[in-house]
């Protein structure tokens, strides 16, 4: 049944279209998990996610049964009953690009006393008409100059990680070859290609993934026809951000990001300095699962009433905090209350995001009034408040992304948001949305 209603929308597709009101059939998923607590009290959680093809289900699912089968039984002997035991969290996310395109990131985290001692991932692509796995050369022909941008963003995003080590030069080199860079794990997302490396490659020690990031805008001129096609994504879609601040907490973050492992949507988590150390761990995860992570500031009080030196030396507290935690800097903030006057003022250097649409969770609303109010005031190119410390932010989190999906938008990180229109964030500069090069306040 599943592979009639592949040839179907294959079909389909023949047709002239232009643009998409709703998400594409071959792109829909549904993803559970099961936990199963091993004899000696250790937890393995194992998520499935069922696509239009059972030939795309069956191969990520081996992976995931390997990683398992092979994972599962070095886990550690529990101490206790409580949510430290050791654990193995076999997670399969999803994303998809263009009207057939989907890519999927098998990740297989063991952790101990919640940190993470270790990672694996395996990465595939697949046209979900027809099942045909796609690989870089498909996105890449043999002369193409892509492939020189592709090795110049692993050199400088790879060393860009933990700015005060050098990665391993010999290892940098291998990675940097024709032949490693066409087999690196891959993943296609709304406004971007991601190569996947894990840290340890080049940082011994290291568990975090390395992300490197490369924007349509930048590597589309240099692709195939076909995958031209399949990432032109604002002739199809709308956009959106969706944001999160004042995290992490961590009961609503750990569900918050369950949600969006569910929906398949990568989001922007605006974190506080101080809270970082205690919960490096899910800031880690935020980062490992392909979210943008920045900075709400090291505490939520009223900059207003601080000393601009004061504000500068937070800088530096939030950088530390966040290089901890994932390695990188921060390369945005956004002030609590939306108080950035003081912020330019003291000249901290951060470019400042703000929002358009505000969800006002942060009053207690309801799951459904959230939504309603998304429901009211969304337009193209909107930054969305949210905030991961509430209760009902992981309910919202999955019903905004759902909506959004079915009205036509295609949900970006912060990052993407605005270099799609080729904006570059500026420090001691505000932004509100970015529609068509547009970051001013939205006006109702």
């Known amino acids: 049944m599943k592979r009639l209603l592949a040839l179907i929308l294959a079909a389909m597709l023949l047709l002239p279209m232009v643009s998409a009101s709703a998400i594409e059939d071959c792109h829909r998923v549904k993803v559970t998990k099961k936990d199963t607590t091993q004899k000696n009290k250790s937890i393995v959680r194992r998520w499935t996610v069922d696509t239009v093809l059972d030939s795309v289900d069956e191969e990520l699912g ?22 430290k035991n050791p654990r193995l969290d076999v997670v399969t996310r999803h994303s998809r690009t263009g009207l057939t395109w989907m890519s999927f990131l098998v990740q297989a ?33 043999a002369e193409s100059q892509g492939w020189d941008i592709l090795e110049a963003a692993v050199r400088e995003q790879a060393t860009a990680y933990w700015p005060e080590v050098a990665p391993d030069a010999e290892a940098l080199e291998a990675l940097c070859t024709r032949q490693a860079l066409s087999e690196t794990d891959f993943t296609l997302h709304g406004m971007s290609l991601v190569l996947h490396i894990p840290a340890e490659k080049l940082y011994p020690g290291k568990t ?16 195939t026809e076909r995958a031209q096609v399949e990432t032109d994504n604002l002739s199809y879609y709308k956009t959106v951000a969706l944001t999160f601040d004042d995290g992490p907490s961590r009961t609503n973050t750990s569900l918050t990001l369950n949600a969006l492992t569910e929906v398949g949507a990568r989001v922007t988590f605006f974190v506080l300095g101080n809270r970082i150390g205690e919960y490096d761990d899910l800031v880690q995860r935020e980062h490992d699962e392909g979210h943008a992570v920045a900075s709400h500031n090291w505490n939520h009080n009223n900059v207003s009433k601080t000393k601009a030196s004061t504000l500068r030396a937070m800088v530096g507290k939030c950088d530390t905090a966040m290089i901890a935690a994932i390695g990188l800097p921060t390369r945005y903030n956004r002030v609590p209350y939306g108080l950035y006057n003081q912020m330019i003022n003291a000249k901290t250097g951060w470019p400042l995001i703000q929002w358009s649409l505000d969800t006002y969770d942060w009053r207690g609303l309801s799951s459904a009034k959230v939504l309603s109010r998304v429901k009211k005031e969304i337009s193209d190119g909107d930054i969305i408040l949210c905030h991961d410390i509430k209760d009902n932010t992981p309910k919202s989190a999955k019903a905004i992304a759902n909506y959004l999906a079915e009205e036509g938008y295609i949900l970006l990180t912060i990052d993407e948001l605005f270099a799609k229109d080729g904006v570059k964030l500026e420090g001691d500069r505000v932004y509100y949305r970015c ?3 547009d970051t001013s306040i939205k006006k109702k």
Do not use: C
């Not at 070095?74 to 409580?82: H, V, Y």
């Not at 990031?213 to 692709?223: A, E, G, K, Q, V």
């Open 435 to 437: 529609v068509d090069g």
């Open 208 to 223: 975090t993934l390395l992300e490197i990031t490369l924007m349509y805008p930048d590597i589309r001129p240099y692709m």
């Open 62 to 83: 081996v992976i995931a049964d390997e990683y398992v089968a092979r994972l599962a039984p070095t886990l550690q002997k529990a101490g206790n009953n409580t949510s």
């Open 109 to 141: 985290r063991t952790t101990y006393h919640r940190d993470l001692i270790a990672q694996e991932i395996q990465s595939r692509t697949f046209d979900m008409t027809t099942g045909e796995r796609i690989w870089l050369t498909d996105i890449f022909d």
